[in-house]
């Protein structure tokens, strides 16, 4: 294993040049998708790697996915970058017969760019949703919107007296369920679930699609941050609201595997997450998800730096101290420089992958 510093990186493009030399000193192959149009942060080319790592001809696929939100990624490309150096996970996956298919930076634009969203303000994880018909108007965000996004930045005390005052008569959790389970009115408005599949969503799907559909089982642990007590891992269950497969979550990964559906997450009900293009991309294929979301600070300094990015993001113009602040406060919130945070992280990712080996190795 490398030092954790080497791991986790600073910017998208080191995370990259990171895991593409931790595949190479593997021999992995690395299928590269270059995003068509966006460029990153220092004009460099983004792009979506996968690795597969173990035998390809597998019954059994674990699916390790990092930057579904963009900035978070530091985090899982940390993770991603520190198993393919890890002597003890190599050796696992060997005895296992499991294959490991890392998905490096699903959005690479908000990781370069230090956003939470996509090139189009998307949350790629509210944008796994049925498009065809028209979707349902969210009334709750609707209500909030002004309130959340307000026009200065910083807030008036007005602003923050409104806040206070939702607050009180309904509640924390009323809030954060109204900003943050995902709206299709307001493409200038938080947790923007978009109008159409993101190239991050077909990107995935198509590798979701030709690495996983012909195996028998397969798992899949997004990495993410942001929620939860400081350096912690929560296993958020992340998958239909089906019995069987929340049982399942839990024998592979311990009885505190959290969920939305019964109000155990810190993690509000979702719509449009993620987990849907496993399900649509390998309808034959016997499948388990977790998120594992880490603590970094508390949810209102959380909220606060999402709240900040989105009034930067809709007043390009603002002045430069502004924008290095809010985008130092963005980072800071979705992930932590010091070394006891990552190993931390690393510590429960490295776990986390060991109980999903341990489980899909008896597929073969
Ligand atoms: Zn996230």
Redesign the pocket.
């Known amino acids: 294993m490398i030092p954790i510093a080497e791991a986790f990186a600073s910017t998208y493009a080191q995370a990259r040049a990171r895991f593409i030399a931790a595949a190479a000193a593997r021999r992995l192959p690395v299928e590269r998708h270059v995003h068509p149009q966006a460029r990153g942060a220092e004009g460099e080319e983004l792009s979506v790697d996968v690795a597969l790592l173990g035998d390809p001809q597998s019954q059994a696929l674990l699916v390790l996915t990092s930057g579904?939100?963009g900035v978070?990624g530091f985090c899982g490309s940390g993770c991603q970058v520190g198993l393919l150096h890890d002597e003890a996970i190599l050796a696992a996956v060997e005895a296992a017969g499991v294959t490991i298919l890392f998905h490096h930076a699903v959005n690479p634009y908000g990781f370069s760019w230090l956003h939470?969203t996509n090139e189009d303000n998307v949350d790629l994880?509210r944008n796994f949703r049925d498009f065809s018909a028209p979707p349902a108007p969210n009334a709750a965000y609707t209500e909030v919107h002004a309130m959340m996004v307000p026009p200065d930045w910083p807030p008036s005390p007005d602003n923050g007296a409104a806040i206070a005052a939702y607050v009180a008569t309904r509640g924390r959790a009323a809030l954060q369920s109204a900003v943050s389970s995902g709206q299709s009115d307001r493409p200038d408005g938080l947790f923007y679930a978009g109008v159409a599949p993101a190239w991050s969503n077909v990107v995935l799907r198509d590798v979701l699609h030709r690495h996983g559909s012909t195996r028998r089982k397969l798992g899949w642990i997004d990495f993410?941050?942001?929620l939860g007590p400081w350096g912690h891992g929560e296993k958020i269950y992340s998958g239909p609201p089906d019995a069987a497969m929340i049982a399942r979550a839990k024998a592979w990964y311990g009885i505190d595997v959290t969920s939305f559906y019964d109000g155990s997450s810190t993690s509000p009900a979702l719509t449009g997450v993620a987990f849907h293009a496993a399900l649509e991309a390998c309808p034959e294929v016997e499948f388990t998800g977790i998120a594992q979301e880490y603590g970094t600070l508390s949810l209102d300094a959380t909220l606060q730096a999402l709240r900040a990015d989105q009034w930067l993001r809709n007043h390009p113009d603002a002045d430069a101290r502004i924008r290095a602040a809010i985008k130092r406060q963005l980072r800071d919130a979705f992930h932590d420089e010091r070394e006891a945070w990552k190993a931390m992280v690393y510590g429960q990712a490295r776990v986390v992958v060991l109980q999903a080996l341990r489980a899909l190795g008896t597929a073969s």
């Open positions: 579904m939100h978070e939470r994880n993410h941050t942001g």
